[in-house]
């Protein structure tokens, strides 16, 4: 099975300031169709989860684009610039090319 | 707009079973297979595994087999997730999620307690 860890596990940042999370697969991500399925996934407090970023850097409709995404392989980054107290919640990476598993979280605090 | 609209909280007793819907609107429900997903009281994410909505074939993750099952009702655009004798450690809010996890519902709440 996959195993996705990330890095930190909790992130205090200043508003207007940047935040980084990593996020690190056990296994290449890229499917055989060519894709790399790992996505960031954002959950605000009380609410339920919202996708932001498919196929490592692909913003969904909406998403502001202070929310960015790269990487490759097994090590990913997602990269929220100019925090905003909106974007207090915890962030998750996932991988959909070996079935599906979800990183553990990094909780964002300003 | 796209919706998936989930059923209401459960309360069981251990040993119970339950059933929690998911009715999609808003696009052709068999164009997107469905992601059941859990998540345990102040814990993260959990992928419970996904049924394709055109062959009703389900496939579940690593700790999802054998008490929980997937089902679709095509005629109403709508997923099932259905958990046999239940047990405490099943108390979460369980979530349905279109394809690449593009949209949610709002979450399930099952309580399992005595």
């Known amino acids: 099975d996959i195993v996705m860890t990330q890095t930190p596990l909790s992130s205090l940042v200043t508003l207007g300031q940047s935040a980084s999370i990593s996020c690190k697969s056990s296994q290449s991500l890229v499917h055989s169709d060519g894709n790399t399925y790992l996505s960031w996934i954002q959950q605000r407090p009380g609410q339920p989860p919202r996708l932001l970023i498919s196929k490592i850097s692909k913003r969904v409709s909406g998403v502001p684009d202070r929310f960015s995404g790269s990487g490759a392989g097994t090590d990913f980054t997602l990269k929220i610039s100019r925090v905003e107290a909106e974007d207090v919640g915890i962030y998750y990476c996932m991988q959909a090319t070996h079935l599906g598993t979800f990183g553990p979280g990094t909780k964002l605090e300003i | 707009q796209v919706q998936l609209v989930q059923s209401g909280s459960e309360l069981k007793k251990p040993g119970a079973s339950v059933r929690v819907s998911c009715e999609a609107s808003?696009?052709?429900?068999?164009?997107?297979?469905v992601n059941w997903v859990r998540q345990a009281p102040g814990q993260g994410l959990e992928w419970m595994g996904w049924i394709d909505t055109n062959t009703g074939n389900p496939t579940y993750g690593q700790g999802f087999t054998g008490r929980f099952v997937f089902s679709l009702d095509t005629s109403v655009s709508t997923a099932y997730l259905r958990i046999s004798s239940l047990k405490a450690e099943d108390t979460a809010v369980y979530y349905c999620?279109?394809?690449?996890?593009?949209?949610w519902g709002q979450g399930t709440l099952v309580t399992v307690s005595s």
């Open positions: 808003g696009y052709t429900f068999t164009d997107y297979a």
């Open positions: 999620a279109l394809g690449m996890f593009d949209y």
